[in-house]
């Protein structure tokens, strides 16, 4: 894995210099791009996954109380 920061690049063609037997004439580097968000563990994605459900959650109670306390 690349370190943080750092660019990462594949060989790529254009379709005009492709040739007959499926090589590249004029092969270019591109930037390969990375995931936004990096890949969790089961952990990590438990512990994600528990905050969204608890400020859902936090959301819903307030809402209620709110809606409780205009009546």
Sequence with gaps: MAAPGSAMYVVGCA???VQQDGTCAVPVWLPYPQPVLPPLTLAEGTLVAFAIVS?????????LLFRAART
């Design 15 to 17: 379709a005009e210099h």
């Design 55 to 63: 400020v859902w959650a936090l959301g819903v109670k307030a809402r």
